[in-house]
Nanobody, 129 residues
Framework: QVQLVESGGGLVQSGGSLRLSCAAS????????MGWFRQAPGKEREFVVR????????YYADSVKGRFTLSRDNAKNTVYLQMNRLKPEDTAVYYC??????????????????????WGQGTQVTVSS
């Protein structure tokens, strides 16, 4: 099992920045593929960024490309989402998710969305115009 706890959300003005953290316990994130997803009111959950198993490659949604950056600190078992030049349309609850190698998920590709077995509770990000 992996427990994920997000933090760092809040209220920020358009153009501002926030850094979200996702602290993991239970298993090491060095054997996990990580992702961030978000869900705005009345909308379906969408992916923001997903990383490869090694963490070397990352895949961003077009809407955040060039503004958001995923990073990982294996020593702290924590991943981060740096969000710059925030826009009102970025307002959502942000979720950290993990797919772990020990769960038998194929590692020759990045996990499918339904293969992220571990999710945090979410952290609210609100961007005012």
């Amino acid at each position: 099992q992996v427990q994920l706890v997000e933090s760092g959300g809040g209220l920020v003005q358009s153009g501002g920045s926030l850094r979200l953290s996702c602290a993991a316990s239970g298993r090491t994130l060095s054997s996990a593929a990580m992702g961030w997803f978000r869900q705005a009111p009345g909308k379906e959950r969408e992916f923001v960024v997903r990383s490869s198993w090694s963490g070397v490659s990352t895949y961003y949604a077009d809407s955040v490309k060039g503004r958001f950056t995923l990073s990982r600190d294996n020593a702290k078992n924590t991943v981060y989402l740096q969000m710059n030049r925030l826009k009102p349309e970025d307002t959502a609850v942000y979720y950290c998710a993990a797919a772990h190698r020990d769960d038998g998920i194929p590692t020759y590709r990045i996990p499918l969305v339904n293969e992220y077995n571990y999710w945090g509770q979410g952290t609210q990000v609100t961007v005012s115009s």
